[in-house]
Each structure stands twice: as C-alpha cells, then as structure tokens.
C-alpha cells in the first residue's frame, strides 16, 4: 500500500499539469521581480494557450516580454488580471536637427497580431512634442473579424518658447491623440515642416510617442533635447488582453472555459472581442486557478 501511493504521488509532481494549490509545481511564477500570474507564464505547461511570455536574462536584471515581441523592444513592466491589462514600455521616438546634420531614432512598428493582445484605446493616447511637428501613427485594427487601415495624428506647433504652458497638450508644444479600438499593427512617424529652422534655438528636437493615458503630464521642458534622457527613453502604454472571440455566455457552454475559481465573474475584454475573468466583489485573488478568488462577501 506505501508503494502505491509512493508511486501515484511521483506520477503527480512529475507531471506539468499537477497542481499544488491550483499552480502547476514546476511553474516559474517571477521574471526578475515582476511576478507572472496563470494565465500567464514562461514555461511549458504553465500557461494557457495564447499566454506565453518571454523572460530575458541575458541582462543582470531579467526582463519581460509578449512571446512575439522577439526584437525585445517593450518590456513588460505589470500584469494586471482584474481590468485584464498588459503594461508595457513603449520607446520615445526623436528626431533632432543640428546646425549640420539630422539625427534620429530607427523606424518603429509593432504586429501583434494573431496574439491575444491589443493596444487600449481607453488608457493610452499618441503624443507629439515639439514647436515644429506633425506626428502620426498608421496601421490596422480588428474589426468585425477584419483588419481595417487607420490613420490619426496630431500637429504641434510654437514660435516662442514662452507661449508654452505647462500642463496644456492641446497644440502648442505638444498635441494628443486618440487611437482606434482593435489596434493590432501599427507603425509611428513624424515630419518637420521647417526641419526646426524657425525654432532650433529653443526647439531642436521632435518627439513622438504611444503613452498611458495618466502617466504624462507635459511641461515646458519637454520642448527641449534633453526630454528624452529625462524619460531614459521609455513612456508606459498599455495593452488590453483577451481569452478567445466568443462572448461569456458562449464561453461557459464550452470546454476550456477559463473562469475556473468559484466566487468568479466573466466579463466583455476592453478589446470588445473575447472576455476576461474577474473574482466577485468582496473577493480576491486570481479567477483564473481553482480556488483562486479567496475572502468573504459583503
């Protein structure tokens, strides 16, 4: 009888599908410091289908990142599974003029598409800064099952840097815009009307970027060169993520749905496409593992 059960509990801790509180075993939960809550995960067996992510430590300080995003450009820096929500590091692109020469940032696109990702239209804004700048960001959206060209932008522009206001990003300096719903490509780019000729003195430089709504706040400082070492070259976005295209009812009729812990909600994903779990009000934890939504109703 001690044999037995010895050999069923080997058989249990040797599989990748075991469960030791509702996590697999074997599953590495961290990438550095940033935990990696189910769905997610960076090893076989301990992610859902679609949830792999890509844990770099080649560095001294590992890093992130989505599975597709193989040239290591948006680290993720926060998985939040309540409002299903991927925050990542988006990079500042610049363009600056000198008194001989151009300089600027290498070309920038993203694709995720056929991922589980896209880019919120809620919480994230494109943003231009410069006196002499006309930003723009094109590419494709999903929608109604299809991908549908876009283009948005915003033009910014100053004569003085005095005319600047702290705080005001409405075209003086600095301009925002809103993006579509459904962003799955896209790639950001940037003109000069006068290559900065009229304003170098005070405005050399252009910058644009794809940035989280709450985390930018522009002031009159922003205009100069030294913007882009003041952020390291780094702004937060946000992607919102989903599980599959079928909506909660659909969702429950089929194997594999994913809210798994009692005391756990389904909900429409921000996407519009697919949905997302939740633990109930009065509960917490991760919807996504048996058991996971722990505490007491109220």
């Not at 970027?209 to 009159?220: G, N, P, Q, R």
Request: glycine content about 10%.
């Amino acid at each position: 009888m001690i044999l037995i059960v010895f050999l069923v509990l080997l058989i249990l801790l040797s599989s990748p599908e075991s469960l030791l509180g509702g996590v697999p075993v074997d599953c590495h939960e961290r990438c550095g410091s940033l935990n990696i809550p189910f769905p997610f995960g960076v090893t076989d067996g301990c992610f859902r289908e679609g949830f792999r992510l890509r844990c770099n430590n080649i560095s001294s300080v590992p890093h992130l990142y989505l599975e597709s995003d193989t040239e290591l450009t948006m680290p993720i820096t926060n998985i939040s599974l309540p409002t299903g929500e991927v925050r990542i590091r988006h990079p500042i692109l610049y363009e600056c003029y000198g008194q001989a020469r151009r300089t600027a940032s290498p070309p920038f696109s993203v694709n995720i598409s056929g991922t589980i990702y896209t880019f919120s239209d809620t919480s994230n804004r494109f943003t231009a800064v410069g006196c002499d700048t006309q930003g723009y960001i094109n590419g494709t959206v999903n929608s109604t099952g299809s991908m549908t060209p876009f283009t948005v932008g915003c033009i910014s522009t100053c004569y003085q840097s005095e005319s600047v206001v702290n705080g005001v990003c409405s075209g003086i300096g600095c301009c925002q815009s809103g993006i579509p719903k459904g962003i799955k490509y896209f790639e950001v780019g940037f003109n000069s009307y006068y290559n900065h000729s009229r304003v170098f003195n005070f405005n050399p430089c252009s910058y644009v970027f794809l940035v989280e709504l709450d985390h930018y706040k522009f002031t009159s400082q922003d205009i100069s060169e030294e913007f882009y070492s003041e952020y390291s070259g780094w702004v937060p976005a946000v992607l919102d993520f989903s599980i599959g295209t079928e909506s909660c009812g659909e969702a429950r009729r089929k194997a594999g749905y994913a809210c798994v812990s009692g005391n756990s909600v389904c909900s429409t994903a921000s996407s519009g496409s697919g949905y997302i779990c939740s633990c109930s009000p009065g509960y917490e934890g991760n919807p996504y593992l048996k058991n996971g939504c722990q505490g007491q109703s109220y």
